[in-house]
T-cell receptor, first 118, second 109 residues
Framework: GAVVSQHPSWVICKSGTSVKIECRSL??????MFWYRQFPKQSLMLMAT?????????EQGVEKDKFLINHASLTLSTLTVTSAHPEDSSFYIC??????????????FGPGTRLTVL | GQNIDQPTEMTATEGAIVQINCTYQ??????LFWYQQHAGEAPTFLSY??LDGLEEKGRFSSFLSRSKGYSYLLLKELQMKDSASYLC??????????WGAGTKLIIKP
């Protein structure tokens, strides 16, 4: 199956700093990648849809100036949490759809990044 | 509005069978997915149904009734490693995945 990687796997940072998370599709091309956040014992919450070569589409309530998304190529999307605060501590997961499989296809998930803001 | 309902938690015995139900209401429908998520890990794909009926894949089967807005995931011959959360997600007409809150399945020996 298709593989999606995320880096870093976990990060601890001080309040006020920015953290960049990378999401890569390793063996397929993805025009669309998705960024999710998951708090403990809760389900996935879609934050934004990242489209290669264009601006990301953010879900209601997600601050686009705080969560910067860049989808620079068909295999890489980045999420930058700017001026992180303790309430941003969460499990961030990206997913991607295979370009060739179209829109009705499974999403392949990265392993997730656990962010802890002190 | 769009909504996915599934039980919060279920308990079953090793070797037994368990059925996890999911009902959905979405703006349009392009299929239903089931994912498995172990604690601290990302979800992994289990099944996709877009037509009515049962899809069998080894110990796991998934059923869909579009007229009833209903699906279930059936797990047979339960193993301890099946302890996980099971997420139901429906693909709407805009090809957005609408996620349920997940069902935590606890397997007891």
């Amino acid at each position: 199956g298709a593989v999606v990687s995320q880096h870093p796997s976990w990060v601890i940072c001080k309040s006020g700093t920015s953290v960049k998370i990378e999401c890569r599709s390793l063996d397929f091309q993805a025009t669309t990648m998705f960024w999710y956040r998951q708090f403990p014992k809760q389900s996935l919450m879609l934050m934004a849809t990242s489209n290669e070569g264009s601006k990301a589409t953010y879900e209601q309530g997600v601050e686009k100036d705080k969560f910067l998304i860049n989808h620079a190529s068909l295999t890489l999307s980045t999420l930058t949490v700017t001026s992180a605060h303790p309430e941003d501590s969460s499990f961030y997961i990206c997913s991607a759809r295979d370009l060739l499989s179209g829109e009705i296809s499974e999403q392949f998930f990265g392993p997730g990044t656990r962010l802890t803001v002190l | 509005g769009q909504n996915i309902d599934q039980p919060t938690e279920m308990t079953a015995t090793e070797g037994a069978i368990v059925q996890i139900n999911c009902t959905y209401q979405t703006s349009g429908f392009n299929g239903l997915f089931w994912y498995q998520q172990h604690a601290g890990e990302a979800p992994t794909f289990l099944s996709y149904n877009v037509l009515d009926g049962l899809e069998e894949k080894g110990r796991f089967s998934s059923f869909l009734s579009r007229s009833k807005g209903y699906s279930y995931l059936l797990l047979k011959e339960l193993q301890m490693k099946d302890s996980a959360s099971y997420l139901c997600a429906a693909l709407n007409s805009n090809y957005q995945l609408i996620w349920g809150a997940g069902t935590k399945l606890i397997i007891k020996p």
